[in-house]
DNA sequence: TCTGCAAAGGGTGTTTTCACCTTTGTATTT
DNA sequence: AAATACAAAGGTGAAAACACCCTTTGCAGA
């Protein structure tokens, strides 16, 4: 064996991520070199340049910049960089929306440690590693959309609302903190139904929380 | 020293509940002895009667049984069972929730891993365990509310309408799926309204999602 | 047996939400 | 200067959500 393959970790949660660096500790052919509680900080470590990780796990759900973020700030200075997306949830659009922004993989907080792996390997190895969950969950969503929709690049003026949104405040209530009509209010909402494939209030507040866009 | 302290785990994200396995494998003085799931299946193996742990650490967003349910089912039986929480919210319904269904202690999924062994020694030794933390949420809560309303021990109709609510169902139709009139369905919503002191929809999305009722 | 309580369901009216389509002002492009 | 593009905001009507108050039914306890 050369050398351990050098992983990198950001997650808020810091149980989660000692549990996360006592299991890396247990396998011989890999060591965390670098943990850190989100991806603001773990970018300020990769710029000093002390160590360098081969792989990057990150939570997708972080406070400050998220795992979308992180992922495409990383692989705009360091495009070699191999990544990998943790999160609770499967949902098409985090999978999706992870690998575009760069990651080569992407595990559930609830898979098993010989997963996780086998995910560190393969993503060494060869540079992505795919579940076959997640390969069929992509390839069905893939296929299943008539393009373009999903890419939902939300604006900032969306991204306040939604998270107005996962309040009691009716849209009128809204439209005075935002400094609005509650016409626009009206466009907003209708233009991120349109977006999203959403048909109510309820699936925006289910939408913001699942994304990670309202704190809950 | 004695002899360990014998701990089961219960929580439905396997990364996370293998993670502190491992952390408290390097810990001396304590051991894991049950590890599962979720709290059905906990409460299966307790049943069994091949081991019985000193301490319960249970998750509060579990499917099948969440957490409250799991802390509440194993005081009726083991009266003198200690419990811990762990979660990733730290409202006050949850810390308040969960202590009055029998935990001793409330640690949050972002803790850090001496702050884990601390309230499992604490918990052990004492009974109970308190972060400032929780207990300063603890003493606001209960100073600046007047009393009563959020008891809110909801029966199974409420709880599989507030887990209804969060699809883009109208209330017409989680009327349809519970086999009851709308009518009805305005009588669930009310009554939660008030006993939750909710004023729409929203809130009741939030709320069940906050509480883990609503799996997400 | 009577009483009272709770669950299910109904009536009615107001507010909010949603859908769809138009106008206005402003900035950018050609 | 004209054409284009887009965000903001208005109009209107239908559906859903919310508020409040009422009746029926069944069941448990005095």
Chains 1, 2 share one sequence.
Not at 119 to 144: C, D, M, P, W
Not at 161 to 170: A, G, I, P, S, V
Request: charged share 25%; hydrophobic share 45%; aromatic share 6%.
């Amino acid at each position: 064996m050369n050398s351990k393959i050098k992983i990198a970790l950001a997650d808020d949660h810091t149980l989660f991520r000692k549990g996360v660096e006592e299991l890396i500790a247990d396998w011989d052919n890999m060591e965390v070199v670098l943990s850190e509680c989100n991806g603001a900080e773990l970018l300020k470590k990769l710029t000093a340049g002390n160590v360098m990780p081969d792989i990057c796990i990150l939570d997708i759900n972080m406070p400050e910049m998220n795992g979308f973020e992180t992922a495409r700030a990383i692989k705009a200075t360091w495009p070699h960089m191999h990544i990998l997306a943790v999160s609770v949830y499967d949902t098409e659009f985090n999978v999706i929306s992870m690998l575009r922004a760069g990651a080569g993989g992407y595990v559930l907080k609830d898979a098993r440690p010989d997963a996780l792996k086998a995910a560190i390997e393969g993503l060494y190895k060869n540079g992505f590693h795919h579940s076959e969950l997640v390969t069929g969950r992509i390839l069905h969503q893939l296929l299943s959309q008539t393009q373009e929709a999903n890419t939902a690049s939300l604006n900032a003026k969306e991204v306040e609302f939604l998270k107005l949104c996962c309040t009691e405040m009716t849209y009128r209530e809204i439209a005075d903190i935002m400094g609005v009509s509650h016409r626009t209010i009206d466009n907003y909402r209708d233009q991120l139904f349109e977006k999203l494939a959403i048909k109510s209030r309820t699936g925006l507040v289910l939408y913001a929380i699942r994304t990670g866009i309202a704190a809950i």
